[in-house]
T-cell receptor, first 112, second 114 residues
């Protein structure tokens, strides 16, 4: 099984550019998540989706939008990238009632 | 809202010594508690969990944690660490009322020296 697949693995943007991070899982999980990981800040929840068609804000949603396109896919969009969004982004999924969280390999994003 | 505090950003320890990584949480509702480990250049893996029942829970790789409701703590312990335990450790909570919301602490970097 592929598990959770994130693309791209690396990205460099200029301030003001937009981009979408893609995430797909093949485990038929209901819940999907986007986190950002920064040194000394741990993993912070950006947005999550409890099921297809629903999304909710996490701890740090400003500057981001998400789409739960279907049960498999959960994308994260930066409409106008800022240097403060330089981070490593992780997508994750889990089945409701099961606390085991499956993570993607991460996207290292640099905004210049 | 929930928050998780890991008081130590870094914990250096010699091999075969005991270690405790501290985690405190703040929540107005009951929560489920977890510890995850992130080895260098890898994603996160579940180390152990507390859902209910016995407050002492055992996880993989010889780790254990104790839930203390009065102190709102969930400290992680290992009696004898190995070089291979060098990693970042994250405490996390899920509130009872919304089991889709998973909040992590800031992480503790465990560095084991020979």
């Amino acid at each position: 099984n592929a598990g959770v697949t994130q693309t791209p693995k690396f990205q460099v943007l200029k301030t003001g550019q937009s981009m979408t991070l893609q995430c797909a899982q093949d485990m038929n999980h209901n819940s999907m998540y986007w986190y950002r990981q920064d040194p000394g800040m741990g993993l912070r929840l950006i947005y999550y989706s409890a099921s297809e068609g629903t999304t909710d804000k996490g701890e740090v949603p400003n500057g981001y939008n998400v789409s739960r396109l279907n049960k498999r896919e959960f994308s994260l969009r930066l409409e106008s990238a800022a240097p403060s969004q330089t981070s490593v982004y992780f997508c994750a999924s889990r089945d409701r009632g099961n606390e085991k969280l499956f993570f993607g390999s991460g996207t290292q994003l640099s905004v210049l | 809202a929930q928050s998780v505090t890991q008081l130590d950003s870094q914990v250096p320890v010699f091999e075969e010594a005991p270690v405790e990584l501290r985690c405190n949480y703040s929540s107005s509702v009951s929560v489920y508690l977890f510890w995850y480990v992130q080895y260098p250049n890898q994603g996160l893996q579940l180390l152990l969990k507390y859902l209910s029942g016995s407050t002492l829970v055992k996880g993989i790789n010889g780790f254990e944690a104790e839930f203390n409701k009065s102190q709102t703590s969930f400290h992680l312990r290992k009696p004898s660490v190995h070089i291979s335990d060098t990693a970042e450790y994250f405490c996390a909570v899920i509130p009872y009322y919304n089991t889709d919301k998973l909040i992590f602490g800031t992480g503790t970097r465990l560095q084991v020296f020979p």
